[in-house]
């Protein structure tokens, strides 16, 4: 049977007969749930959500009134064919959010496992957020984009088509991520730039005194010593060898936006 028989539905909802609802799911009033949707365990979704075809969600996600979930990708160049929205588990989206599945055919959206996403914000076809992200509300994430575990999107960030935010950053409010952000800073200004690491998030995340050293140290070659990008990352890797700063070299190197400098730097160095 495609629904589970202790799913519980709402008199007022609408769940197409080939959609598959999981044990103990409960779906809210007037909620629609379309065609070729699969829905895991112990999921919750207030009134008024509407799950749009070929659109997955694992187990005890909690999907807040009127959002939409897998709308068709915001692309002029979209031809309504198959593509995919793919949700993780225990994952809270609030409420008025839209989330679009992938444009090209047979590409997916994918949004990972604990993440907290916040009212009055989209994401847009093909980008991927990770694990534990919080995406503060009217935060905007273009098509494209990836957010790394444990990033911190405050309020009113835009976030550029294929740009990228590492692990452990924390973007602050009305930021434009316009270059890419390297993981464990702090970034802020309309014009993004960074100030520092995320000292706070670091240390919630469990992460130790001796790293959170080498983090600062290698924050200080980047961004402080006036050193070309190139010769700081060289010099990161020998004299800051671990798997942090392996992240963090990593991450720049395969930057193709190109990461964000202080304000008033070559942005390209």
């Known amino acids: 049977m495609a629904i589970d028989s202790s799913a519980r539905i ?8 080939g959609a598959i609802i999981g044990p103990r799911t409960v779906i809210g009033e007037f909620c629609i749930v379309e065609e070729d949707v699969s829905i895991g365990a112990n999921n919750v979704l207030e009134p ?16 807040s009134a009127q959002t939409i979930l897998g709308t068709d990708p915001l692309d002029k160049g979209f031809a309504d064919q198959r593509s995919y929205l793919r949700i993780g ?42 694990n534990g992200t919080v ?3 009217c935060a905007l994430v273009a098509g494209y984009a990836e957010i790394e575990d444990q990033a911190f999107l405050s309020g009113g960030v835009l976030i550029h088509q294929f740009g990228k935010v590492g692990r452990l950053a924390i973007i ?4 434009r ?6 993981p464990f800073f702090t970034y802020a200004g309309f014009k993004i730039s960074p100030c520092g690491l995320n000292l706070i998030g670091l240390r919630r995340a ?21 050193l070309p990008l190139a010769v700081a990352l060289n010099r990161i890797e020998t004299e800051l060898p671990g798997p942090l700063t392996e992240h963090l070299v990593s991450f720049v190197r395969n930057s193709k ?6 304000v008033g730097k070559n942005q390209s160095e």
Not at 10 to 17: E, N, Q, R, Y
Not at 257 to 262: D, K
């Open 10 to 17: 709402a008199g007022t909802a609408k769940v197409h007969p």
């Open 48 to 63: 008024y959500v509407f799950v749009k075809r070929w659109t997955t969600l694992g187990d005890e996600n909690e999907i």
């Open 89 to 130: 588990h225990r994952n809270k989206i609030r409420e008025h959010y839209t989330i679009s599945r992938g444009s090209k055919p047979d590409t997916s959206t994918v949004i990972g496992d604990d993440n907290f996403i916040m009212t009055s914000g989209h994401i847009a076809h093909n980008a991927i957020i990770g």
């Open 135 to 137: 995406i503060a509300s």
């Open 172 to 175: 602050s409010g009305n930021t």
């Open 177 to 182: 991520v316009s270059l890419d952000a390297p």
């Open 206 to 226: 469990g992460v130790s005194a001796p790293e959170i050293q080498q983090l600062k140290k290698a924050y200080r070659l980047m961004y402080r010593n006036g």
């Open 257 to 262: 936006r190109g990461i964000c400098r202080e």
